[in-house]
């Protein structure tokens, strides 16, 4: 099918002759007639409608009743037991994680497909992934952000890694960095129920090597450890305000001393 052009009566003229049999065999015919009530003029559209689809047409031999008993009729089909549903399509790939990220959450799918270019079609309810058109997972949209949905069947056998991506890996390739971020690693990996589920994670916060240095990367882990973080966005905002470039004391802070005040009582009183 062609759309009609805007104010292009001409590509859609059997809709306008349409209009035109209706206008003259219709409401022509009521336009001297006075009714009280809506129901009343529909009544009489109705009557006039009927004895306009049962008039033989010259040209064809038959009337519009009998081409559209003939014909369309027996064509047709019962409507769609369910109402059309809104998707929108996204373009992903397959992360190391076999896990692909929509709306800030990140959905299986199997694991065969790591590195994949697939597409997400999302409805409101439900989250597709289509691999060369055809469906390869499906699972209940999650409006909550920053979550991880797995499904058994998605994952290696027997938790093995693979395409070379293990846990010991990453932990090794963070030793060579520094001791903290071997730390920063370790933690991310035992943030996660699967450690393949940390995987972006722990490739995101390596990566950041190469952005600037493996110096300037450890430094930043060493002040990420000291603070409790160990997730890739608190390490970037460390290195993006240049935070590992300052000097930071490692030592225990030492307690305020109580201030002398006459309402201040000390442990003595109570005794």
């Not at 549903?85 to 694991?111: I, L, M, Q, R």
């Not at 890694?161 to 933690?187: C, H, M, N, S």
């Not at 590992?244 to 001393?257: C, F, I, N, R, V």
Request: glycine share 4%.
């Amino acid at each position: 099918m062609i759309p009609a052009r805007v104010r292009k009566p001409r590509d859609k003229a059997k809709v306008e002759v349409s209009v035109q049999v209706a206008e003259r065999w219709i409401l022509a015919r009521l336009r001297d007639r006075q009714f009280v009530g809506l129901d009343a003029l529909n009544a009489a559209i109705w009557e006039l409608l009927d004895e306009l689809n049962a008039r033989p047409m010259d040209h064809l031999g038959a009337s519009r009743r009998e081409l559209f008993e003939a014909l369309d009729r027996p064509a047709l089909r019962p409507l769609p037991k369910h109402l059309y549903e809104f998707a929108t399509f996204k373009n992903a790939t397959v992360g190391p994680d076999y896990h692909v990220v929509f709306d800030g959450n990140h959905y299986s799918v199997p694991y065969r497909l790591v590195r994949a270019k697939v597409q997400v079609r999302a409805t409101a309810q439900t989250i597709e992934i289509l691999y060369k058109h055809q469906r390869v997972a499906s699972h209940r949209r999650r409006r909550s952000p920053h979550g991880y949905y797995t499904r058994d069947e998605h994952r290696p056998p027997q938790h093995k890694g693979y395409l070379d991506w293990t846990p010991e890996r990453f932990v090794a390739w963070a030793e060579k960095i520094g001791p903290a971020t071997r730390q920063v690693i370790q933690a991310r990996l035992a943030a996660k129920v699967h450690p393949e589920q940390a995987y972006r994670s722990c490739l995101g916060i390596l990566g950041l090597a190469k952005r600037t240095s493996e110096p300037r990367l450890e430094a930043a882990c060493v002040r990420a450890v000291a603070c409790g973080i160990s997730h890739y966005r608190g390490i970037k905002n460390i290195l993006d305000s240049r935070f590992d470039q300052l000097a930071m004391d490692l030592s225990e802070p030492t307690p305020d001393p109580q201030p002398a005040h006459p309402n201040v009582r000390g442990p003595g009183y109570y005794h």
